[in-house]
């Protein structure tokens, strides 16, 4: 391949690899907010207090700006697959697009239409039909993530197909869907939306604090967000070990970049720091654990780790993984940190959040955003450790690459990043604005005009 197309190829990747990580950042908010929106609505319900609703009433405002940022990002993700990668769909799109049609029909059309009862439904429709669209939207939104990510786990684990004329055909969908890696990559992306969510609400919660803005929402949201933090951030952990080991078995070529083994060995150490050298196929500056990455990988302290020397050619970049991979591990350490020290302080203290030390909240507002680092760096490994396959050991990602000019990548990509960076300071800019505002509630009484079956109103002065 000549260097022209080589430099098309690479910016087509770069310039996708742009998109889906905006696009990634809002899916990943709204996955999961909508199940912690219908939790705030029903507490509302049953308590009766007016934190819980104010709670309820800011965050689906910050839900539904982030639905409509991910589907404008996620029309140009569309775009490109017939303007970058149109082989993708000639090949593929017997069963790609199927997936995609299925996620539009059973989650987006879901999401859309129940949005607007809960934006704009309240006092207008009965209040069991306002937490019934509640739940279809939170339903919606985890209905997407599952068609999304069965068909790119089955690019990683590809399963149920035939291959005819170099097309895909489905032989069984229930394998094509249910592939090896889908419970996995489900489990783990639904669990990092959740603590996404949760590090954002309680970053915001801290930040009103500590600038003086609290609200009647604050305490409870606070509370929220690092009792689910406190609780989620095990069992991801868990979940991520049982995927790691569902990778190593299926695509060992990416955990060997993950991990940093050259050689094929036994007792392979834990690499807590190194400089991958893929020209040299060694690392420099090697620190870590002996026999760490056999007992993690194995669950055996002399179990064999299979080395990127046994796929010359056939293995992804190195270095993007290694410290990709270190990036999103080292995160959910502290965010296990944080969210356990912020559960220990506020035992100690009652519940009471405006106790919570200073450096305390501090740490938690400059962790607002940590879920996104975390997921995007999560996703860089799972998609770079694919190459440089498009479909897993069999389909490579250039044999689907347009034939468009390197030069008219370029300025798109520009374009595309500089319109990104604007939304995405502007997403952020609002969200700021947002929470610095009083919070606003109806008088009480119309809120609770046809309640049918919520249990006795409580005293709404506190709310734990």
């Not at 489905?170 to 489900?186: A, C, D, G, H």
């Not at 933090?229 to 991520?240: H, N, S």
Request: aromatic fraction near 12%; glycine fraction near 10%.
């Amino acid at each position: 391949m000549d260097s022209p197309a080589l430099d098309g190829l690479m910016l087509a990747r770069v310039q996708f690899a742009a998109n889906i990580t905006f696009h990634i950042l809002f899916p990943t908010l709204s996955i999961a907010m909508g199940w912690a929106l219908l939790f705030f609505r029903w507490r509302w319900l049953r308590t009766g207090g007016q934190a819980w609703l104010g709670a309820y009433r800011f965050w689906t405002k910050v839900f539904a700006l982030t639905f409509a940022l991910g589907v404008v990002s996620g029309l140009t993700m569309s775009f490109q697959f017939g303007t970058n990668w149109p082989g993708y769909m000639e090949k593929v799109g017997n069963i790609a697009g199927p997936l995609l049609g299925y996620e539009v029909l059973t989650a987006f059309f879901l999401e859309a239409t129940f949005l607007g009862v809960m934006l704009y439904g309240h006092g207008r429709v009965s209040e069991r039909v306002h937490l019934i669209a509640t739940f279809l939207v939170a339903f919606g939104t985890t209905m997407s993530a599952f068609w999304i990510l069965s068909l790119n786990s089955w690019m990683q684990t590809p399963a149920g197909h035939r291959i005819e004329g170099g097309e895909f055909f489905v032989e069984r969908w229930v394998e094509v869907i249910f592939n090896p890696s889908f419970p996995y990559r489900l489990a783990h992306m639904l669990l990092a939306s959740a603590l996404t969510v949760s590090f954002l609400m309680a970053g915001l919660s801290a930040w009103q604090l500590l600038r003086g803005r609290a609200n009647l929402s604050t305490a409870p949201v606070l509370r929220f967000g690092l009792t689910a933090a406190a609780l989620l951030v095990p069992l991801q952990i868990a979940v991520g070990d049982l995927h790691g080991l569902n990778t190593l078995e299926h695509q060992p070529q990416k955990i060997a970049a993950m991990e940093g083994v050259w050689q094929t060995e036994r007792g392979a150490p834990l690499l807590l720091f190194a400089i991958p050298d893929e020209q040299a196929r060694r690392n420099r500056f090697e620190i870590g654990i002996p026999k760490g990455a056999s007992l993690i990988l194995r669950h055996d302290r002399d179990g064999e780790i299979r080395g990127l020397d046994d796929f010359v050619g056939a293995h992804p970049p190195v270095a993007p993984l290694f410290f990709g991979f270190r990036i999103m591990v080292g995160i959910g350490l502290l965010m296990l940190m944080a969210s356990w020290t912020g559960c220990w302080w506020l035992r100690r203290r009652g519940g009471a959040v405006e106790r919570l030390p200073r450096p305390l909240l501090w740490l938690l507002a400059t962790m607002t955003f940590s879920g996104w680092i975390a997921t995007v760096a999560g996703w860089y490994v799972t998609e770079i450790g694919r190459q440089p396959f498009i479909v897993f050991g069999l389909l490579h990602t250039a044999e689907v690459a347009s034939t468009t000019p390197p030069a008219h990548v370029a300025l798109t990509l520009v374009l595309y990043l500089t319109v990104y960076g604007a939304l995405l300071l502007s997403y952020i800019g609002v969200l700021h604005h947002m929470a610095g505002k009083p919070l606003e509630l109806p008088a009480e009484r119309d809120e609770h005009a046809g309640i049918a079956d919520a249990s006795p109103a409580l005293p709404t002065a506190q709310v734990h």
